[in-house]
């Protein structure tokens, strides 16, 4: 039982049943019926004066009828008041024996005391005990408290952990540019403090990612500027023209690239129902017609929500990245379970396992060494990522037995 909520629930319950059963134990043993040397002495000064008052004994002249008979009461007999009883008239100076019984059919108990001549006194004994139905009104009883503890733990429990569901919530509402959404702040002092301190969170954190975002635009867009003047100066050097230009070139694209992720943070497309296979299939033969090595092994149809020019930009990254990286990648499209999974073999050296993990990191290079003429900026894989996740997707990376990359894309499919 890891949840919370269901802990508060069994620790209210146990403990109030716990607390009222033991007041109602300690009730029962406090007003229950009395002991039997108690009640039997009453009863036992009854038989005393109703015996003189039986015909035929010494003082017994002029009495009122009383009840005789040829046998003793019937039902089982109660031993334990029985033997009070007798002590009782034995210590009083009566030669007399009683036996005290109980009869299902009646409540409360029945003296039968001996009588010469093979004759019985019967004495009615008051019950003072609990009520014949006790069990099934203690029954009931906890019953009723199990249900009352039940929905005041219930309740207290929701209010209890009221804060910690706002934080979940909070947390479940993240958008894609990392914000969180603006939590109303009502409720008790507990609940808004919680509340207006997530606002506060949300409010640096937007402020930060959009000093971030404004700081790599004007970087980018500023570098711009000396990198065209540098280009104008290069073209009337003799020496080393191609390799100024070069790096002008690969300077170029870096600060493209940095704008364009940016801009991928920011801008957002209207989401829609996005035929995936149709969609892989004009990348393909754009990526073809380009020259690039990619092929399609099978093609589901599914249908995924997304923006439609954005999940082709970040799908065209992550086969452009594996046909140039891999030499040639291989493109399927599986719908299965409610679910599209896409995947991009290619037949390339990999990324060495513990860089994995970097993979998606702006301006990330396997091997820069290797890999200096390859054009781009490391951020094709960035770019992708965060396009992805923006519309509810994943993306993974891992090493293919026998060699290459593959790259999975798993979205929620829609019916």
């Given at each position: 039982?890891?949840?919370?909520?269901?802990?508060?629930?069994?620790?209210?319950?146990?403990?109030?049943?716990?607390?009222?059963?033991?007041?109602?134990?300690?009730?029962?043993?406090?007003?229950?019926?009395?002991s039997?040397?108690?009640?039997?002495?009453p009863?036992?000064?009854?038989?005393?004066?109703?015996?003189?008052?039986?015909?035929?004994?010494?003082?017994?002249?002029?009495?009122?009828?009383?009840t005789?008979?040829?046998?003793?009461?019937?039902?089982?007999e109660d031993?334990?008041?029985?033997?009070?009883?007798?002590?009782?008239?034995?210590?009083?100076?009566?030669?007399?024996?009683?036996?005290?019984?109980?009869?299902?059919?009646?409540?409360?108990?029945?003296?039968?005391?001996?009588?010469?001549?093979?004759?019985?006194?019967?004495?009615?004994?008051?019950?003072?005990?609990?009520?014949?139905?006790?069990?099934?009104?203690?029954?009931?009883?906890?019953?009723?408290?199990?249900?009352?503890?039940?929905?005041?733990?219930?309740?207290?429990?929701?209010?209890?952990?009221?804060?910690?569901?706002?934080?979940?919530?909070?947390?479940?509402?993240?958008?894609?540019?990392?914000?969180?959404?603006?939590?109303?702040?009502?409720?008790?002092?507990?609940?808004?403090?919680?509340?207006?301190?997530?606002?506060?969170?949300?409010?640096?954190?937007?402020?930060?990612?959009?000093?971030?975002?404004?700081?790599?635009?004007?970087?980018?867009?500023?570098?711009?500027?000396?990198?065209?003047?540098?280009?104008?100066?290069?073209?009337?050097?003799?020496?080393d023209?191609?390799?100024?230009?070069?790096?002008?070139d690969?300077?170029?694209?870096?600060?493209?690239?940095?704008?364009?992720?940016?801009?991928?943070?920011?801008?957002?497309?209207?989401?829609?129902?996005?035929?995936?296979?149709?969609?892989?299939?004009?990348?393909?033969?754009?990526?073809?017609?380009?020259?690039?090595?990619?092929?399609?092994?099978?093609?589901?149809?599914?249908?995924?929500?997304?923006?439609?020019?954005?999940?082709?930009?970040?799908?065209?990254?992550?086969?452009?990245?594996?046909?140039?990286?891999?030499?040639?990648?291989?493109?399927?499209?599986?719908?299965?379970?409610?679910?599209?999974a896409?995947?991009?073999?290619?037949?390339?050296?990999?990324?060495?396992?513990?860089?994995?993990?970097?993979?998606?990191?702006?301006?990330f290079?396997?091997?820069?060494?290797?890999?200096?003429?390859?054009?781009?900026?490391?951020?094709?894989?960035?770019?992708?990522?965060?396009?992805?996740?923006?519309?509810?997707?994943?993306?993974?990376?891992?090493?293919?037995?026998?060699?290459?990359?593959?790259?999975?894309?798993?979205?929620?499919?829609?019916?």
């Amino acid at each position: 039982m890891r949840s919370l909520r269901r802990r508060l629930i069994v620790l209210l319950v146990v403990s109030i049943v716990g607390v009222v059963g033991l007041a109602t134990i300690v009730a029962i043993k406090v007003l229950g019926g009395p002991s039997p040397e108690r009640s039997m002495g009453p009863v036992a000064r009854q038989i005393q004066l109703m015996v003189q008052l039986v015909p035929g004994h010494p003082a017994g002249a002029g009495a009122a009828p009383i009840t005789i008979s040829d046998h003793r009461a019937d039902g089982f007999e109660d031993r334990e008041h029985t033997q009070v009883l007798n002590e009782i008239l034995h210590r009083d100076g009566l030669d007399l024996s009683a036996i005290v019984s109980r009869n299902p059919d009646r409540p409360g108990m029945v003296a039968s005391v001996s009588l010469p001549g093979n004759r019985w006194m019967i004495v009615d004994v008051p019950d003072f005990g609990p009520p014949r139905d006790a069990w099934f009104v203690l029954s009931g009883w906890i019953i009723l408290i199990v249900l009352g503890a039940t929905g005041v733990a219930i309740y207290f429990t929701a209010v209890l952990v009221r804060p910690l569901e706002m934080l979940e919530t909070a947390v479940g509402k993240i958008g894609p540019d990392g914000v969180l959404a603006t939590v109303p702040e009502e409720g008790s002092a507990e609940v808004r403090a919680t509340a207006h301190a997530l606002n506060q969170l949300s409010a640096r954190l937007k402020t930060t990612m959009e000093s971030r975002m404004r700081l790599v635009a004007a970087a980018g867009h500023d570098l711009r500027t000396p990198m065209t003047r540098m280009r104008l100066r290069a073209e009337f050097l003799d020496e080393d023209r191609e390799k100024w230009l070069h790096d002008l070139d690969e300077l170029d694209r870096i600060a493209d690239s940095a704008i364009r992720l940016v801009r991928e943070e920011v801008n957002q497309d209207a989401v829609e129902a996005v035929e995936l296979d149709r969609l892989i299939r004009d990348i393909e033969t754009e990526m073809t017609s380009l020259g690039h090595a990619v092929s399609i092994d099978h093609l589901d149809w599914v249908s995924v929500k997304a923006g439609a020019l954005g999940l082709r930009r970040a799908l065209r990254n992550l086969i452009v990245n594996a046909a140039t990286h891999g030499r040639g990648c291989v493109v399927a499209l599986t719908a299965l379970n409610g679910q599209a999974a896409l995947t991009i073999a290619d037949r390339g050296p990999g990324i060495p396992p513990d860089l994995l993990n970097k993979a998606f990191e702006p301006f990330f290079r396997a091997d820069p060494a290797r890999t200096q003429f390859i054009p781009g900026a490391g951020l094709g894989l960035a770019i992708a990522k965060e396009i992805i996740e923006r519309y509810g997707g994943t993306i993974r990376l891992e090493n293919r037995q026998g060699g290459g990359l593959l790259q999975t894309v798993v979205f929620d499919a829609v019916s």
